[in-house]
C-alpha cells in the first residue's frame, strides 16, 4: 500500500513538473524583441528591400554601360531562278549563301553622360537606404504603441481587480453587520449588486488585454497568435522617474534631429542624384564617340553548271572571304528638334522640386517634434494632476470605508467612493502610459532607441 502511495506521489509531482514547465513555456516578449522580431518580418519592409535591390540592379546595369556590346549573326538565303551571279551576268541559276558574323561596339566618350548617371544610381540607392530605414522607425513606434496598450489594458486589469476584491470584502462584512442586525439586508443586496457589476467589468477588462496582445502579435507577423503570447512587464515607474526631467526643447531636439534623420537624408540624396541627372541631360549637347570593330565572312554555292557555278570549298571560301573592319564613329549633335534642351529644363525643374520637397520634409519633421514636445509636456502635467488626484480619492475611499464598516454610511456613498477611487487609478494610469509613450518619441527624434 505505501509502494502504491509512493509511486502515486512520484507521477503526480512529474505531471506537476510537466505542468509548471508548460506555464514557464510562454514566452514573455520584450519591447526591444518585439521591435527586432517586427523588423525581420513585416511585410511592407520586406517589399522596401526589394526596391532596395531594385536600385542595385539600376547602378548595376549604369556602371555596365562602358561595356563593349559584343553581338553575333548567322544568316542562310536560297535564290531561285533568274539572278545575277557574282560575274554581274544574269542567268538561270540556284543558290546558296551562308553567311556569319560578330560586331563590337564600344563607347568611349559620351558627353560623361554614363559617369554622371553612375553618380545618380548610388544616390538612388543611398535614399532607398535611408527610405526603409524610416519605415523601420515608424514600425518601432507603431510596436512600441501596441506593447504600451497592453500594458496599460493590463493596469486596468489589475484595478478591475481590485475592485472586485473589495466588493467581495465588504460582502463577507455586510454580512457580518447584517447578522448582528447594524444595517438592514437590503444593502447586502447592494454591495453583491455591485460585486456582479466590477465582475462583468472584469471580464471585459480581460478580454481587452487579450484583445490588445492579439493585436501587438498580428503586428508582429507572427504566424501564429495565440494565448502563448504574453510580453514583459516592465517597472514603469522607473520610466516615469527617468523621463519626468529629460524633456528637451523642440529646438534642440531638431537641430540634432535633421542632421541624421533618415527622411532628411533621403530627401538629400535625391537632390543631389536630380543635379547628377541635369549633367546626364546636358551631356545631349556633346559629340560623342564610339569604337567598333566586326568581322565577318560567308560560304556561296550556285547548282547552275557552266563558268558561273561556284565550285569552291567550304574551307576555301571561308579563308578567303572574311572581312575585318575596326573604325571609329564620331556623332556630332546638330540639331536634335530641341530635345536635350527640353531634357535640360524638365531636369532643372525637377532640381526646384527635390528642393522644395526637402525644404517641406525639414518643416514636416520640426512640426512633429514640436507636437511630441506639447503633447509630452501635456501628458506630464495630466499624470502629476492624476497622481494628486488617486492621492485624494484614495483617502477619501478609506474614509468611506471606514464609515461603512462602522454602520455611519450607506452602501450608495461607499460605493460612489470606491468607483472615482477606481476612476482616478484609470486616469492615472492612462496618463502614465501616454507620458511615457511621448517622452519615448521625443527620445526617438532624439536619436535614442525605444526601450523601457
Same mark, same amino acid.
Given at each position: 500500500?505505501?509502494?502504491?502511495?509512493?509511486?502515486?506521489?512520484?507521477? !503526480?509531482?512529474?505531471?506537476?513538473?510537466?505542468?509548471?514547465?508548460?506555464?514557464?513555456?510562454?514566452?514573455?516578449?520584450?519591447?526591444?524583441?518585439?521591435?527586432?522580431?517586427?523588423?525581420?518580418?513585416?511585410?511592407?519592409?520586406?517589399?522596401?528591400?526589394?526596391?532596395?535591390?531594385?536600385?542595385?540592379?539600376?547602378?548595376?546595369?549604369?556602371?555596365?554601360?562602358?561595356?563593349? !556590346?559584343?553581338?553575333?549573326?548567322?544568316?542562310?538565303?536560297?535564290?531561285?531562278?533568274?539572278?545575277?551571279?557574282?560575274?554581274?551576268?544574269?542567268?538561270?541559276?540556284?543558290?546558296?549563301?551562308?553567311?556569319?558574323?560578330?560586331?563590337?561596339?564600344?563607347?568611349?566618350?559620351?558627353?560623361?553622360?554614363?559617369?554622371?548617371?553612375?553618380?545618380?544610381?548610388?544616390?538612388?540607392?543611398?535614399?532607398?537606404?535611408?527610405?526603409?530605414?524610416?519605415?523601420?522607425?515608424?514600425?518601432?513606434?507603431?510596436? !512600441?504603441?501596441?506593447?504600451?496598450?497592453?500594458?496599460?489594458?493590463?493596469?486596468?486589469?489589475?484595478?478591475?481587480?481590485?475592485?472586485?476584491?473589495?466588493?467581495?470584502?465588504?460582502?463577507?462584512?455586510?454580512?457580518?453587520?447584517?447578522? !448582528?442586525?447594524?444595517?438592514?439586508?437590503?444593502?447586502?443586496?447592494?454591495?453583491?449588486?455591485?460585486?456582479?457589476?466590477?465582475?462583468?467589468?472584469?471580464?471585459?477588462?480581460?478580454?481587452?488585454?487579450?484583445?490588445?496582445?492579439?493585436?501587438?502579435?498580428?503586428?508582429?507577423?507572427?504566424?501564429?497568435?495565440?494565448?502563448?503570447?504574453?510580453?514583459?512587464?516592465?517597472?514603469?515607474?522607473?520610466?516615469?522617474?527617468?523621463?519626468?526631467?529629460?524633456?528637451?526643447?523642440?529646438?534642440?531636439?531638431?537641430?540634432?534631429?535633421?542632421?541624421?534623420?533618415?527622411?532628411?537624408?533621403?530627401?538629400?540624396?535625391?537632390?543631389?542624384?536630380?543635379?547628377?541627372?541635369?549633367?546626364?541631360?546636358?551631356?545631349?549637347?556633346?559629340?560623342?564617340?564610339?569604337?567598333?570593330?566586326?568581322?565577318?565572312?560567308?560560304?556561296?554555292?550556285?547548282?547552275?553548271?557552266?563558268?558561273?557555278?561556284?565550285?569552291?570549298?567550304?574551307?576555301?571560301?571561308?579563308?578567303?572571304?572574311?572581312?575585318?573592319?575596326?573604325?571609329?564613329?564620331?556623332?556630332?549633335?546638330?540639331?536634335?528638334?530641341?530635345?536635350?534642351?527640353?531634357?535640360?529644363?524638365?531636369?532643372?525643374?525637377?532640381?526646384?522640386?527635390?528642393?522644395?520637397?526637402?525644404?517641406?520634409?525639414?518643416?514636416?519633421?520640426?512640426?512633429?517634434?514640436?507636437?511630441?514636445?506639447?503633447?509630452?509636456?501635456?501628458?506630464?502635467?495630466?499624470?502629476?494632476?492624476?497622481?494628486?488626484?488617486?492621492?485624494?480619492?484614495?483617502?477619501?475611499?478609506?474614509?468611506?470605508?471606514?464609515?461603512?464598516?462602522?454602520?455611519?454610511?450607506?452602501?450608495?456613498?461607499?460605493?460612489?467612493?470606491?468607483?472615482?477611487?477606481?476612476?482616478?487609478?484609470?486616469?492615472?494610469?492612462?496618463?502614465?502610459?501616454?507620458?511615457?509613450?511621448?517622452?519615448?518619441?521625443?527620445?526617438?527624434?532624439?536619436?535614442?532607441?525605444?526601450?523601457?
Amino acid at each position: 500500500m505505501m509502494r502504491r502511495n509512493l509511486y502515486i506521489l512520484a507521477i !503526480a509531482s512529474l505531471l506537476s513538473g510537466n505542468y509548471i514547465f508548460a506555464q514557464d513555456a510562454v514566452k514573455q516578449w520584450s519591447l526591444e524583441e518585439c521591435i527586432q522580431y517586427a523588423i525581420e518580418h513585416n511585410i511592407d519592409l520586406k517589399q522596401k528591400e526589394q526596391e532596395q535591390e531594385s536600385r542595385k540592379v539600376d547602378l548595376h546595369t549604369s556602371k555596365y554601360s562602358w561595356l563593349p !556590346a559584343l553581338n553575333g549573326s548567322l544568316g542562310q538565303s536560297f535564290q531561285f531562278g533568274r539572278s545575277t551571279s557574282k560575274s554581274g551576268v544574269i542567268v538561270d541559276q540556284n543558290a546558296a549563301n551562308s553567311t556569319l558574323g560578330i560586331n563590337l561596339d564600344m563607347p568611349l566618350f559620351d558627353g560623361l553622360k554614363i559617369p554622371n548617371d553612375i553618380a545618380a544610381r548610388k544616390l538612388d540607392l543611398k535614399a532607398s537606404i535611408e527610405n526603409l530605414n524610416k519605415a523601420r522607425e515608424d514600425l518601432s513606434i507603431n510596436i !512600441a504603441s501596441y506593447y504600451l496598450q497592453v500594458l496599460y489594458n493590463k493596469e486596468l486589469l489589475k484595478i478591475a481587480r481590485l475592485q472586485v476584491e473589495l466588493d467581495k470584502e465588504q460582502v463577507n462584512k455586510t454580512e457580518a453587520m447584517v447578522n !448582528a442586525g447594524k444595517v438592514p439586508l437590503s444593502q447586502l443586496y447592494d454591495i453583491k449588486a455591485q460585486l456582479a457589476k466590477d465582475e462583468v467589468t472584469l471580464t471585459e477588462s480581460q478580454n481587452n488585454v487579450n484583445l490588445a496582445l492579439l493585436d501587438l502579435a498580428q503586428s508582429l507577423e507572427l504566424e501564429r497568435s495565440d494565448r502563448n503570447f504574453d510580453i514583459q512587464t516592465p517597472v514603469i515607474e522607473d520610466a516615469v522617474a527617468d523621463n519626468m526631467s529629460s524633456i528637451l526643447p523642440p529646438e534642440n531636439i531638431y537641430d540634432h534631429a535633421v542632421t541624421f534623420k533618415p527622411q532628411i537624408k533621403e530627401q538629400q540624396y535625391l537632390l543631389e542624384s536630380q543635379k547628377k541627372m541635369l549633367r546626364v541631360a546636358q551631356a545631349g549637347y556633346y559629340p560623342k564617340l564610339n569604337f567598333g570593330a566586326s568581322y565577318s565572312n560567308g560560304y556561296y554555292h550556285s547548282t547552275s553548271g557552266g563558268e558561273f557555278a561556284d565550285t569552291r570549298s567550304f574551307s576555301e571560301q571561308f579563308k578567303q572571304n572574311g572581312q575585318k573592319i575596326v573604325g571609329f564613329s564620331l556623332s556630332i549633335p546638330l540639331f536634335n528638334r530641341f530635345q536635350v534642351r527640353n531634357s535640360v529644363r524638365t531636369a532643372r525643374i525637377n532640381i526646384i522640386n527635390r528642393e522644395l520637397l526637402m525644404e517641406n520634409t525639414k518643416k514636416t519633421l520640426y512640426k512633429e517634434i514640436q507636437q511630441a514636445y506639447y503633447n509630452a509636456t501635456a501628458s506630464q502635467e495630466k499624470y502629476t494632476a492624476s497622481d494628486k488626484s488617486v492621492t485624494a480619492s484614495k483617502e477619501a475611499f478609506n474614509y468611506a470605508q471606514e464609515r461603512y464598516n462602522a454602520g455611519k454610511s450607506t452602501v450608495f456613498e461607499f460605493n460612489e467612493a470606491k468607483t472615482k477611487y477606481a476612476q482616478s487609478l484609470a486616469e492615472q494610469a492612462q496618463a502614465k502610459y501616454d507620458f511615457i509613450f511621448r517622452t519615448k518619441i521625443l527620445d526617438f527624434y532624439n536619436g535614442n532607441p525605444i526601450r523601457l
